[in-house]
């Protein structure tokens, strides 16, 4: 079965350090993966579309890789600060523009 | 104002009455969704619409129903809540016409169903 992996513990870094968060998935062949935001109460904020032939895409701070051959995506967030604090989703995109979501990640940023 | 508003924000309903949540969007998109969040199970489709004529299940659109009355209103409807119903619920947007689009998501509504 299709499955979306998202590290379910929380991520505790160091202000300053760049945060990494892993989303692996298997049985999925996506045309797109997005990443977002969520604090809590609210809704996601959409943050980064990668597509399957690219390798690599940055914003601002952000940079997100995407390798079909090892069904992954990491998310960084270099130079990290407290308001960066957030649980962080994963989404695959196949066909009809449907998403995936995974589980997310929570990073705690400590000033 | 916000692009995507859902209402009631919170609703605290018993076990077989029926609700409905709310959800509309400014943003002129032609597609809507509804997903339902419940802690470390991330976001599962319960149903979407790419039109107003074209209504669609989505994951776990079991014991519910939706209505999409314009192309900025699509409503959720619980016909008879159960507890395993009590869930965080969230509206969401996107555009059409090109191979992909972001999704614009509402504040939620927390749904507690006794």
């Known amino acids: 079965s299709q499955k979306i992996e998202q590290n379910s513990e929380a991520l505790n870094i160091q202000e300053g350090k760049t945060a990494t968060l892993t989303c692996n998935y298997t049985?999925?062949?996506?045309?797109?993966l997005q990443w977002y935001r969520q604090d809590p109460g609210r809704g996601p904020v959409f943050l980064l579309l990668?597509?399957?032939?690219?390798k690599e895409k940055r914003k601002e701070r952000l940079k997100v890789t995407f390798d079909t051959t090892l069904k992954q995506s990491l998310f960084h967030i270099t130079a990290s600060q407290p308001a960066d604090s957030a649980t962080y989703l994963c989404?695959?995109?196949?066909?009809?523009?449907?998403?995936?979501f995974g589980g997310g990640t929570r990073l705690m940023v400590k000033p | 104002d916000a692009d995507v508003t859902q209402t009631p924000r919170n609703r605290i309903t018993k076990t077989g009455k029926r609700i409905m949540l709310e959800c509309s969007q400014t943003?002129?998109?032609?597609?809507m969704y509804w997903y339902r969040q419940d802690p470390g199970l991330g976001l599962r489709l319960i149903y979407y619409?790419?039109?107003?004529?074209?209504?669609n299940k989505g994951e776990i659109s079991d014991g519910y129903s939706v209505s999409r009355q314009a192309q900025a209103k699509f409503s959720l409807s619980l016909e008879s809540a159960i507890p395993n119903q009590t869930a965080l619920y969230f509206c969401?947007?996107?555009?059409?016409?090109?191979?992909?689009?972001?999704?614009?998501f509402g504040p939620g509504t927390r749904l507690t169903v006794t």
């Open positions: 619409s790419f039109d107003v004529k074209d209504i």
């Open positions: 990668i597509r399957e032939n690219e």
């Open positions: 049985n999925y062949s996506p045309a797109y």
């Open positions: 969401a947007t996107s555009g059409s016409g090109q191979a992909s689009y972001e999704q614009y």
């Open positions: 943003k002129g998109h032609d597609r």
């Open positions: 989404a695959l995109e196949s066909a009809g523009n449907m998403l995936t």
